[in-house]
């Protein structure tokens, strides 16, 4: 139970990453279909095969993946530390709590999906039409980044009450056995 709590606040940072790896394909896929498109006027392509549309839209979705992936790590600290049983349980329980604020705000940027809504803005239907289909459904991966580490941190901080139990009960033993009366 222990690693299972540890895997699931790992999976919130290789989630973020995931979503920015996957978006970077389907952002290149669509720049290329730009440029072949039959609307495409010989504009400024980047070496890594970007055009403007396609390096604005990868910026949006690097920095939502950036503070999904800070908040990410700041839980996966979290969960660790709660696992410990010592004091300040509950200003982490706060912090995390307050923390879920950002990780809405990069979920709801994913899911309005920059991507299509620059290629709307460019008025750029070759890009539009060259996003992949699936690419829509990579926000739902900061979802699941999301809530698999609030499940880590239930563990975690399951795992710490009961550390801190045990370690109150044995301290307690210890100390009976201290001022228990000695037989002659």
Known sequence: ???????????????????????????????????D??????????????????????????????????????????????RRPRRGRALLLVLSGSLIVPYVLGFAVAFLNPVRLLAGLYDAADFAAGV??????????????????????VLAAREGRRAAATGAMTAGAAGDKENAPTRP
Request: charged content about 10%; overall charge neutral.
């Open 37 to 82: 498109g039959p609307e495409w006027e010989g504009g400024r392509v980047g070496a890594d095969g970007l055009t403007s549309l396609g390096v604005e839209a990868w910026r949006l979705v690097w920095w939502t993946a950036l503070l999904v992936g800070v908040v990410a790590l700041a839980y996966a600290v979290i969960g660790a530390l709660l």
């Open 132 to 153: 992949p289909s699936w690419q829509p459904a990579t926000a739902f991966l900061i979802l699941a980044a999301g809530v698999a580490q609030a499940f880590g941190l």
């Open 1 to 35: 139970m222990a690693r299972t709590g540890l895997v699931l606040l790992a999976l919130g940072p290789v989630l973020a990453a995931a979503y920015a790896a996957v978006n970077h394909t389907a952002i290149r896929t669509a720049a290329k279909a730009q440029v």
